[in-house]
C-alpha cells in the first residue's frame, strides 16, 4: 500500500497516526462550505464536530498539505 507524505518524510492526512477524520469527509466539509454556503454552525452540527474543527478544515488551517511524494508501506 502506499501512503501520501510530506517533505519530511511523515505521512499526512487520514493515513497520519493521529488523524479521525478521513479524508473524504473532510473534502465533503469543504465542498458544503465553499459551493453551498453551509456556515460553520450548520456543519458542526451536520457532521457532529465542534464548530473550530470545522472552522480550521474550511480555513486550510488543518488538512491541506499536498503530498511531496507517496511511500510504500506494509498493510
Request: charged share 30%.
Amino acid at each position: 500500500m502506499y501512503v501520501p507524505v510530506n517533505e519530511r518524510g511523515i505521512r499526512i492526512g487520514q493515513y497520519h497516526h493521529k488523524a479521525t477524520i478521513p479524508d473524504d469527509t473532510v473534502d465533503q466539509i469543504r465542498d458544503l462550505h465553499e459551493i453551498r454556503g453551509l456556515s460553520y454552525g450548520q456543519l458542526s452540527i451536520k457532521f457532529r464536530m465542534s464548530y473550530h474543527t470545522i472552522k480550521k478544515l474550511c480555513r486550510y488551517e488543518r488538512r491541506a498539505q499536498i503530498p511531496d511524494r507517496w511511500k510504500r508501506v506494509q498493510s
